[in-house]
Nanobody, 124 residues
């Protein structure tokens, strides 16, 4: 198992930016595909972005393409989500997830390591 701790959430006005971080500990970070998910009240947990173990391959949900960037620093055991041009509909709890695999997977059901989540609120 790997332990994940998110940080960087907060309240921002529409059009603003935030950078989320997820620090991992417990296992070899570079063996894990890392994903960011989000969950708004009353809705399912949806994929936001995924990054491969080396960082070469990245996946983005259509709703965030061109605005969000996922990256990782394997030396620091940390994955990031840079969020720009934020919209009120981006408001949600954002979760970091890890899966020891080679595939870039986008289903929340396949991830077996989760952080506690960090709240992102975008005001209009």
């Amino acid at each position: 198992q790997v332990q994940l701790v998110e940080s960087g959430g907060g309240l921002v006005q529409a059009g603003g930016s935030l950078r989320l971080s997820c620090a991992a500990s417990g296992r070899t970070f570079s063996n894990y595909v890392m994903g960011w998910f989000r969950q708004a009240p009353g809705k399912e947990r949806d994929i936001v972005a995924v990054i491969s173990r080396t960082g070469i391959t990245r996946y983005y949900a259509d709703s965030v393409k061109g605005r969000f960037t996922i990256s990782r620093d394997n030396a620091k055991n940390t994955v990031y989500l840079e969020m720009n041009s934020l919209k009120p509909e981006d408001t949600a709890v954002y979760y970091c997830a890890a899966k020891q695999t080679v595939a870039v997977i986008t289903s929340a059901y396949e991830y077996d390591n989760w952080g506690q989540g960090t709240q992102v609120t975008v005001s209009s």
